[in-house]
């Protein structure tokens, strides 16, 4: 069965960074899009970033203003999150997830319905 397992997480200074890994298992995962989101305690899981099945295209919430990258490595069955200048607002809860379609690349509508499978998250605790 498909088995995504995030990891990376863990308590930094404002200011700082992390890579944040997602390692995906019983699936073709060069063919599908990849995303980030994350979630905050009683909040709905809100997208961060997409990223296409060969790691060339790739989106992000407007509102990280170029702090987060993502890449992915597909000879490891692998995506990362770079997080870039943390900010105790980015305190979360950080899952990995798996659109539902193959091939599908989009920027315009990557809400957490159109993905299938998830992690069980890493959590993400940035202090003042």
């Known amino acids: 069965q498909v088995q995504l397992v995030e990891s990376g997480g863990g308590s930094v200074q404002a200011g700082g960074s992390l890579r944040l890994s997602c390692t995906a298992s019983?699936?073709?995962?060069?063919?599908?899009?990849m995303a980030w989101f994350r979630q905050f305690p009683g909040k709905d899981r809100e997208g961060l970033a997409v990223?296409?099945?060969?790691?060339?295209?790739?989106y992000f919430e407007r509102s990280l203003k170029g702090r987060f990258t993502t890449s992915r490595d597909n000879a490891k069955n692998q995506v990362y999150l770079q997080m870039d200048s943390l900010k105790p607002d980015d305190t979360a809860m950080y899952y990995c997830?798996?659109?539902?379609?193959?091939?599908?690349?989009?920027?315009?509508?990557?809400?957490?319905?159109?993905?299938?499978?998830w992690g069980q998250g890493t959590q993400v605790t940035v202090s003042s």
């Open positions: 997830a798996v659109r539902n379609e193959r091939y599908y690349y989009t920027e315009y509508d990557n809400s957490r319905i159109r993905y299938n499978y």
């Open positions: 990223i296409d099945r060969y790691g060339a295209r790739t």
């Open positions: 019983g699936l073709p995962f060069d063919l599908y899009t």
